[in-house]
């Protein structure tokens, strides 16, 4: 089994400043990572993922996450946020071999960009 | 229409109706989910259909009851609900492997009086 912590509910940021969102899991096995935005009255959307190869991932919007597997960590940057990045954003993780369905989710934080 | 799309999307009920939330999704994809959302909470994922069939039932209360006619619809029949029942209901689809994506539907925002 997996689980997924994300350390902050909640991050409020300026615009045009960086932020960071945290994500740590635990595994007894090698996982997939996976990182996704829902706006507003909106659903869930998939901003990157992390399958293999080069542990930083560049996502849609101008995000970008590092997967750290001494650390455990797989943590989302942005270097500078638009009022329209407000949002929750959720972390996510599944096994390798397993299937989609094994997807594990953080509890989200929401960022929140102020003008 | 493209995507992931839920019907209705808001819906308000007593806990003696019967009510159903409708999914569908128009992405050729082979699984599909229900997620329940409540506030400070990770998804829940309650149902998993893969094929037509359902392969994941996460000890959800039966009064929850799904139904997958065909790859493209999923439902959830809704019966002698419970005010902690009141959440945000996500569907999803994806190719049944796991570094698919999954897509979201926008969900049903359920309120139980």
């Known amino acids: 089994a997996q689980s997924v912590t994300q350390l902050d509910s909640q991050v409020p940021v300026f615009e045009e400043a960086p932020v960071e969102l945290r994500c740590n899991y635990s595994?007894?096995?090698?996982?997939?990572l996976f990182w996704y935005v829902q706006y507003p009255n909106q659903g869930l959307q998939l901003l990157l993922k992390?399958?293999?190869?080069?542990?930083l991932v560049k996502g849609i919007n101008g995000f970008e996450a590092e997967f750290n597997k001494s650390q455990t960590s797989f943590h989302l940057r942005k270097p500078s946020v638009h009022i329209s990045d407000t949002a929750e954003y959720f972390c996510?993780?599944?096994?390798?071999?397993?299937?989609?369905?094994?997807?594990?989710f953080g509890s989200g934080t929401q960022l929140t960009v102020l003008p | 229409e493209t995507g992931v799309t839920q019907t209705p999307r808001h819906l308000v009920m007593g806990m003696t109706n019967k009510k159903s939330l409708k999914c569908e999704q128009h992405?050729?994809?082979?699984?599909m989910y229900w997620y329940k959302q409540s506030a400070k909470k990770p998804l829940e994922l309650m149902f998993v259909?893969?094929?037509?069939?359902?392969?994941e039932n996460n000890s959800v209360p039966s009064r929850f009851s799904p139904e997958c006619p065909n790859s493209s619809h999923l439902f959830l029949h809704l019966h002698t609900l419970q005010p902690e029942d009141s959440a945000l209901y996500l569907c999803?689809?994806?190719?049944?492997?796991?570094?698919?994506?999954?897509?979201f539907g926008p969900g049903t925002r359920l309120t139980v009086l």
């Open positions: 992405l050729g994809h082979n699984a």
């Open positions: 259909y893969s094929l037509e069939e359902r392969v």
């Open positions: 996510a993780v599944t096994p390798l071999g397993g299937s989609a369905r094994q997807l594990t």
């Open positions: 992390y399958l293999s190869g080069s542990t």
């Open positions: 999803a689809s994806s190719q049944d492997g796991n570094t698919d994506t999954q897509y």
């Open positions: 595994s007894s096995v090698s996982v997939y």
